[in-house]
């Protein structure tokens, strides 16, 4: 396993639309453990594909119930509301108010192509969306109900 380089905003990378995995690989499972040593290494609670310079829709949460790795996901259900600070690493140091569902469900595969299907309240929702978002090439700036702050600055509504 190896921490890789994470891709910041400006990167044309963070606004492509990753493709399909259509196998898993040794190289993907290689990612996958890649991605979440640099996400821990990073202090975060998820990280796409893009967000390590690999257009592959993956994206790998850990939210304090352990890790999970999501492979082709695609987000099935949303409901309710939830509005708060959030923060990105291809953002450091940034901060904005977010409006993200408060349920949702979501099918993936793992990384033995098996599906499964998950449903997330709270920041376990708010993660998914978030992640799901970079694999279409969108920043949670871009969705932001406010401009970005430092970090320091930040005072929640």
Known sequence: MAIRNLRYDGDPILRKISKEVKEVTPRIEELIDDMFETMEAENGCGLAGPQVGVLKRIFVIDVGDGP??????VILEKSGSQTGGEGCLSLPGKIATVTRPNHVVCEAYDRHMNKFRIEGEELLAR?????YDHLDGVLYKDVADGPLCNVDDYEEE
């Open 68 to 73: 999970m790795e999501f492979i082709n996901p």
């Open 127 to 131: 993660a998914i969306c978030h992640e």
